[in-house]
């Protein structure tokens, strides 16, 4: 995702939307407690990085533990990379 993310920053996108879960789907991982499943995991750190890197918003569906419960969340990213509302 990451790769995409710059590809659509080096070409002006303004705005992303990524769909529900994608950091686990076809990994194995599934819906097992992970830290890339978590608003603090790799996944959420990469997007923000990216979004200050292209000044872009971001909106990444996820699956995210918070303590034993999993749920499904939306993420918007902010143009500095900061999380706005989940």
Not at 18 to 41: A, D, F, R, Y
Not at 42 to 48: I, Q, Y
Not at 71 to 86: M, S
Request: neutral net charge; contains cysteine; glycine residues 12%.
């Amino acid at each position: 995702m990451s790769e995409l993310l710059d590809k659509a920053g080096q070409g002006g996108c303004q705005m992303i939307f990524l769909p529900e879960g994608w950091p686990t789907n076809n990994t194995g991982i599934g819906m097992l407690k992970h830290e890339v499943s978590t608003i603090e995991g790799s996944a959420s750190r990469m997007m923000a990085l990216k979004a200050r890197q292209y000044g872009m918003y971001i909106i990444s569906g996820l699956y995210s533990w918070i303590r034993d419960t999993l749920n499904n969340v939306a993420a918007l990213y902010d143009r500095q990379g900061a999380i706005q509302a989940i």
